[in-house]
C-alpha cells in the first residue's frame, strides 16, 4: 500500500481534520512534519489555554527534567496567553482518601525549587503569594519548608508575605527550621524581623532552629543577632527554654551552642 506524506496534503485539508481531532491526536498530527508542528503547535497551546485546561504549564513543571525546556516551552503557553494565576486540582492522601486542593504554577515551581521557572512565572503576573494549599502555605513558606534558599531568596526579594497568619509562623521561624542562614541573615538585617518573635505556639526562631540540619550553627548566628537565649516556649503550656528542649532530645551540641551563647 503507497503511504502518504504529511507534505502532501494541502494545509486547508489538515486544518479540517485537526480541528475535528481529539487533543491526543492533535499533539499526535503537529509532529508529522516540521511544517505541520510549525503551523499546528501554537493552535495546541492556544487550545490548551482556552479550554483552561492548562495542562501544558502543570505537566511541564511538575515533569520537569530540563528547566531550558520547560521555559521554552513556558514561553509557547505565554504567547498562547496563558494567565499563570489560574489554578488547577491536584489531590493529597488525607485519612485514607484523596482530597482535593487547588495550586497555582508557582505554587508547583516553588515546591519543587524550580528558581528560574519561578522567576518567569513572577516576570509573567504571577500572584507571588498565590492560591494557599490545603495546610494554608503560600509558595515563599512551601520554598523555605523544602531549605530552598535560592529560591526562598527570589520570592522574598520580590515581595513575597512574610508572614502566616493562618499558619501561625512568619518567614524567619520556617527560616531558622530549615537552617537557611543566608535567609535568616536577609530577614533581620533587610527586612527588620524581630528574632525574639513567637509563633501562635509561642515558639521563638531559636526553638525552630533545633528542627535544622546544624542547629549549632543557626544558634551561633541567632546569637549575633541577639536573641534572647532563655526566652521560653508556651506550646501545649510548657515553658521550656531551647536549652531545656536540646537537652531532654540528647541534642548535646545544640545545647553546648546555646551555653557558649549565655543559656542558663
Known sequence: ??????????????????????????SVFAQCSRTWHSFFNPKLYRNDVKTGKYSAVFNTIANCRDTRVALATLRHTLQAGADYNRSATMYMTESHRYSPFHVTALYLA??????????????????????????????????????????????????????????????????????????????????????????????????????????????????????????????DTWRMTALSMACEDGMFSAALALLKAGAD
Open 110 to 235: 516553588s515546591s519543587k525549587g524550580y528558581a528560574d521557572i519561578v522567576s518567569f512565572l513572577l516576570d509573567h503576573g504571577a500572584d507571588i503569594d498565590g492560591v494557599p494549599d490545603c495546610r494554608l502555605r503560600t509558595p515563599v513558606f512551601l520554598s523555605l519548608l523544602s531549605g530552598d534558599a535560592k529560591t526562598s531568596m527570589i520570592l522574598l526579594r520580590r515581595g513575597a508575605r512574610l508572614e502566616s497568619s493562618e499558619f501561625g509562623i512568619n518567614a524567619l521561624h520556617q527560616a531558622a527550621a530549615a537552617g537557611l542562614t543566608e535567609v535568616i541573615t536577609y530577614l533581620v538585617d533587610e527586612k527588620g524581623m524581630e528574632v525574639n518573635d513567637a509563633d501562635n505556639n509561642g515558639d521563638t526562631p531559636l526553638i525552630h532552629s533545633l528542627l535544622s540540619p546544624s542547629p549549632e550553627t543557626v544558634i551561633d548566628q541567632l546569637a549575633q543577632f541577639g536573641v534572647d537565649v532563655n526566652q521560653p516556649t508556651t506550646i
Open 1 to 26: 500500500m503507497k503511504s502518504i506524506h504529511a507534505e502532501s496534503i494541502s494545509l486547508d485539508v489538515a486544518w479540517h481534520v485537526f480541528n475535528h481531532s481529539e487533543l491526543h491526536d492533535q
